[in-house]
């Protein structure tokens, strides 16, 4: 897995221009543009979740066995998502362009919205082109 910094990482305010218009990739790119949302009690959690859906979504494009298993924690009475990824040769490059965070006006947790360029075809470096509009 391959993943790029980011760029900007902005806190509340406006939303961001591409969390409402995802940005278009050139017309020949070997890559595509995706957000990517996650809620938690803190940013690494919510950074994580986001993470993993990215990473669930792209193997699950290209046809790559994942399994999403639901589970309750017995002590804190909540659901959790975790995400079993079998292990493949296949290897879908990720590149984080933008970061946006919120925070969540009735339990006060932490919402990430991830900007990624996502390779089309696994095993294949596209060349990510620089993407500077983060606002």
Known sequence: MVWGLTMSSQTIGSKPTWLKHLPKAPRRAMYYYRVTSAEAKTYEEAYSKAFAIAV????????VAVDLNMGVDEHEKEIRNSIS????????????????????????NIRVHIL?????????DPDFDDFTNCE
């Open 85 to 108: 990824i079998e292990p493949s040769q296949i290897r879908i490059p990720l590149n984080k362009v933008c970061e946006f965070q919120e925070n969540s006006p009735v339990n006060m």
């Open 56 to 63: 669930y979504e792209s193997r699950w494009k290209l046809g």
């Open 116 to 124: 990624w360029q996502i390779a089309k075809y696994g095993n294949v």
